[in-house]
Every structure is written in structure tokens, then in C-alpha cells.
């Protein structure tokens, strides 16, 4: 298996990392849609969302208290971000890494393309 975003996590291949600990890694998106956009991720790979066990449970706490943390870190906590996580084609999932997008910095339109 080749998933390029293990390859981040584990520092195989260059990203801008703006944090990471024992299960997490976020790091710049390399396309950014907005002034702050962010990817959030676990070290464990987990292709999508359907694929979360209940053993996940806690690794999905800990991926929102990092996105929390950077959104502070980032000064766009008091105006507000968006959240995504895309699953499957019809949202658009180009990356089968399971992965929180951290967007801000401008207003978000509702509702999404
Ligand atoms: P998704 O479409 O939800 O699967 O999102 C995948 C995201 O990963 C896109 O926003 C891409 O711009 C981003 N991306 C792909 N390759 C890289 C990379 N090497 N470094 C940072 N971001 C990446
Ligand atoms: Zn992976």
C-alpha cells in the first residue's frame, strides 16, 4: 500500500506539518481553498469515514480537539471555520486517508458545492 498521506505522518515525504503528536498529524494543504486550510489527520490509516470502528472512537476526539487547537493557534476560532471530511466519490474524496479539512479565514458559503 502507498497512501501519500502515511508518507507525510511518518516523514517520507515533505508537508508543512503545524502539528502533530502520538495520533495525529495536520499539516497545510498543498491546495488551499481558503487563507487557513489545514488537514487533520491520524497516523492510522483509515480510508474513509465508513471505515471508523468503534476502537476509533477516541482517535476522532482527539482529531477535533487538534483541529480546535490549530483554529486557535491560527486566530480563526472567534470568527468561525468549516470542518469537512469527504467520503466516496460523489463528495469528492481524492485521498483514501481519512482526513479533517480545517478551513478559515474568509466567510463560507452554504451550502457547499
Ligand atoms: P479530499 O478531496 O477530501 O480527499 O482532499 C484531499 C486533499 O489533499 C486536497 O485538498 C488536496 O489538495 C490535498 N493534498 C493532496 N496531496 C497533498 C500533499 N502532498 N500535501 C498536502 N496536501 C495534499
Ligand atoms: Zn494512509
Redesign the pocket.
Known amino acids: 500500500m502507498d497512501c ?2 502515511c ?2 505522518a511518518e516523514k517520507r ?4 506539518i503545524v502539528y502533530e503528536d502520538d495520533s495525529v498529524v495536520a ?7 481558503a487563507p487557513v ?1 489545514v ?1 487533520v489527520i491520524p497516523r492510522k490509516h483509515i480510508p474513509t469515514s465508513l471505515d471508523l470502528e468503534e476502537e476509533d472512537n477516541v482517535l476522532v476526539g482527539r482529531l477535533f480537539q487538534a483541529a480546535n487547537r490549530i483554529a486557535r493557534q491560527k486566530g480563526i476560532a472567534d470568527r468561525g471555520f468549516r470542518i ?3 467520503c466516496n466519490k460523489d ?6 486517508h481519512i ?1 479533517i ?1 480545517l478551513m478559515g479565514g474568509r466567510p463560507m458559503g452554504w451550502p457547499p458545492g
Not at 13 to 16: D, F, G, R, Y
Not at 91 to 96: D, E, L, N, S
Open positions: 501519500i498521506f508518507r507525510i515525504l515533505p508537508a508543512k499539516f497545510e494543504d498543498i491546495n488551499p481553498q486550510h488537514l469537512v471530511t469527504n463528495a469528492g474524496q481524492t485521498v483514501f482526513h479539512h
